[in-house]
């Protein structure tokens, strides 16, 4: 009885609230396809932003320093401080990792358009699925390439060579043809993609595994802050002087980097890591076909053949992400199902 009653006194507080929200906001803010179109919007607009600035790195300091930084900091101290004073290293391990992945990779569009930047990012997957191999992050990436049993993935193993190759075939034709690529910016975006498979591998390592490790806006209240450091750092090497952006390049792009972060969470929330990586995927076609169609960066048929083949293979490696995932879902019911059919079996542990 005293357990109803809390029920219903909960219930009666959180009448006034439903009261006065919007049933129409309630509404869309519960459809994934709405929250998708969002989020992929939100996307393209902050490419755009970094693209059209001329001083990338200090748009870069603008928004996630000055403004992104001190927005969060208030939501994370709500949902509490002891997590991020626990795990403060780690934080700012991922934070390093992440500037550098991201002021590498938009210093990259000084000499690389935006449609083969985009297409590159393909050879995240690749870089990734190695260093998750290399440090163990994966027992299932480990087991394939260092166990040499590729032919026990299959799947996995087809993934992997389909986006490689597909990604290798974009940046080579890229380079010769309509792209506007130069070998700098090349490098400078796969340098940015082995920051970003050391900072997943990080996450994966040193926050994943702990019961008290801190939220995905508490993170990004430390590695904004973070990023825009770097991204001070890494002006000099880049650009000739300090000028400001305009005022509509850091307002689009601290907006949209807020909507990212939002849309990613609430879309965790309604479907799956798994599906936001699959609508992750799919949402770099919508890019290079804006810049495509808009922004007049070209695509040959080369081109667009090694980018569909790229997309494609990361697809099949979601699905074989998604497979894995249930086989040892699978094997660990049997083995609990298993495990009480022991139980109940022994007669020392039976009682009258």
């Given at each position: 009885?005293?357990?109803?009653?809390?029920?219903?006194?909960?219930?009666?507080?959180?009448l006034p609230c439903k009261q006065h929200s919007h049933p129409v906001l309630e509404w869309a803010w519960s459809q994934w396809w709405l929250l998708t179109a969002g989020w992929w919007i939100c996307a393209v607009c902050a490419v755009q932003a970094v693209k059209h600035a001329t001083a990338k790195n200090v748009l870069g300091v603008f928004c996630n320093l000055l403004i992104g930084g001190p927005l969060l900091v208030p939501f994370a101290v709500y949902q509490g401080v002891r997590p991020m004073f626990a795990h403060w290293r780690q934080l700012l391990l991922i934070g390093l990792l992440n500037g550098l992945e991201i002021n590498l990779g938009n210093s990259s569009l000084?000499?690389?358009?935006?449609?083969?930047?985009?297409?590159?990012g393909g050879f995240n997957v690749v870089v990734t699925f190695v260093a998750a191999a290399l440090?163990?992050?994966?027992p299932a990436d480990r087991d394939c390439l260092l166990g040499c049993k590729c032919h026990n993935h299959g799947l996995l193993s087809l993934a992997i060579a389909m986006v490689a190759g597909g990604c290798v075939l974009t940046a080579l034709t890229g380079a010769e043809q309509t792209w506007g690529a130069s070998l700098p910016g090349i490098l400078l975006q796969l340098t940015s993609t082995v920051f970003y498979a050391l900072r997943y591998s990080a996450v994966k390592l040193l926050l994943n595994g702990s019961p008290d490790s801190p939220s995905k806006l508490q993170t990004a209240a430390v590695v904004s802050p973070v990023t825009g450091l770097i991204a001070l750092c890494c002006f000099p090497f880049f650009e000739g002087g300090w000028q400001v952006p305009e005022i509509q390049d850091i307002a689009v792009l601290s907006l949209s980097i807020i909507g990212i972060l939002i849309f990613e969470l609430r879309l965790v929330e309604l479907t799956s890591p798994l599906t936001v990586s699959v609508l992750a995927i799919m949402h770099n076609v919508l890019i290079v076909l804006f810049?495509?169609?808009?922004?007049?960066d070209g695509l040959s048929k080369v081109q667009c053949a090694g980018f569909a083949v790229s997309i494609c293979g990361s697809l099949c490696y979601a699905g074989a992400r998604m497979w894995a995932a249930q086989e040892s879902s699978m094997a660990s019911s049997d083995l609990a199902m298993s495990m009480d059919d022991k139980v109940s079996d022994d007669p020392e542990d039976s009682t009258e």
């Open positions: 009885e005293e357990q109803r009653k809390e029920q219903q006194e909960k219930q009666q507080e959180q000084y000499t690389v358009g935006a449609s083969l930047k985009t297409a590159m440090l163990g992050t994966n810049f495509s169609c808009f922004q007049h």
